[in-house]
Antibody, heavy 120, light 108 residues
Framework: QVQPRESGPRLVKPSETLSLTCTVS??????????WSWIRQPAGKGLEWIGR???????SVNPSLKSRVTISADTSRNEFSLNLTSATAADTAVYYC????????????WGQGILVTVSS | SYVLTQPPSVSVAPGKTARITCGGD??????VSWYQQRPGQAPVLVIY???DRPSGIPERFSGSNSGNTATLTITRVEAGDEADYFC???????????FGSGTKVTVL
């Protein structure tokens, strides 16, 4: 059973960089057909796709966040990461990693989510 | 940017049928997925490729996609179906993903 898990600081100061890691167990992110995304959800609001890692192609990022988002991977650890620079209170949300092997159009596996608060 | 429109809420009595719509342009060129999210939990995939159900999802959940509207139908609604439901598409041209605003299903 593929199981992703988010980790990282739960409190980030304004203007600093929000950094999270998703560790995937039960499946390899190095597979040629493996797609993994970051998705966030502010309290009481909807889901927002942030960006996607794909080993065999370029990283894809939501245009609204493109200038602040970097997604990278450490395949030796079977994990991928999110860096969101210049954090503000508007970035306070539950952050999920989600993905699947095969067709990239939907998300099979979801982490439990991690609440990150941007506050001084 | 691509926008998916969902009604904010749908109320349904137990045993009845709930229908949740998702509107968007050129749906015919995209496949729609649906997720159920119970309070405090991560989303769960309930429909993909417009109408396919993952293993473990009850047959009471079905999906359709016609023109500019996709619909998630839940028959014989149970109390446990009370949740937020989100539609989602992948635009293969831009390689971007979009979620609908979500619909809260309340079981009366």
């Amino acid at each position: 059973q593929v199981q992703p898990r988010e980790s990282g600081p739960r409190l980030v100061k304004p203007s600093e960089t929000l950094s999270l890691t998703c560790t995937v167990s039960g499946g390899s992110i190095n597979s040629g057909s493996s797609y993994w995304s970051w998705i966030r959800q502010p309290a009481g609001k909807g889901l927002e796709w942030i960006g996607r890692f794909y080993i065999s192609g370029p990283t894809s990022v939501n245009p609204s966040l493109k200038s602040r988002v970097t997604i990278s991977a450490d395949t030796s650890r079977n994990e991928f990461s999110l860096n969101l620079t210049s954090a503000t209170a508007a970035d306070t949300a539950v952050y999920y990693c989600a993905g699947r092997n095969g067709d990239p159009s939907y998300f099979d596996y979801w982490g439990q989510g991690i609440l990150v608060t941007v506050s001084s | 940017s691509y926008v998916l429109t969902q009604p904010p809420s749908v109320s349904v009595a137990p045993g009845k049928t709930a229908r949740i719509t998702c509107g968007g342009d050129n749906f015919g060129t995209k496949s729609v997925s649906w997720y159920q999210q119970r309070p405090g939990q991560a989303p769960v995939l309930v429909i993909y490729f417009d109408s396919d159900r993952p293993s473990g999802i009850p047959e009471r959940f079905s999906g359709s996609n016609s023109g500019n509207t996709a619909t998630l139908t839940i028959t014989r609604v149970e109390a446990g179906d009370e949740a937020d439901y989100f539609c989602q598409v992948w635009d293969s041209t831009s390689d971007h993903y979009v979620f609908g605003s979500g619909t809260k299903v309340t079981v009366l």
